[in-house]
């Protein structure tokens, strides 16, 4: 039948691992930034989930049994 390439191996996840790396970092840096300038309790903490997005997707990216785990379970 053929053989199976492992998902880290394919050359469409390449692409797909760098966008989501550079919109991750990009959720990081928005949600930090924008946290530190509230004063509004609720937006804060909706800014900080925007953040804390972006550190999932950075995790998700790296798609290994240590990665994921870190990201599911804190």
Partial sequence: VG???S???APLWAFW???LTVVALASI???AIAAAAQ???KRLLAYLVVAETGFW???L???DSG???AALYG
Wanted: proline share 0%.
């Fill in 17 to 19: 691992k760098e966008l």
């Fill in 29 to 31: 840096a928005f949600g």
């Fill in 7 to 9: 998902l880290s191996e």
């Fill in 67 to 69: 990665s994921i785990s």
């Fill in 61 to 63: 990216t790296e798609f």
């Fill in 39 to 41: 004063k509004n309790l």
């Fill in 57 to 59: 997707i950075l995790a």
């Fill in 3 to 5: 053989e199976w390439l």
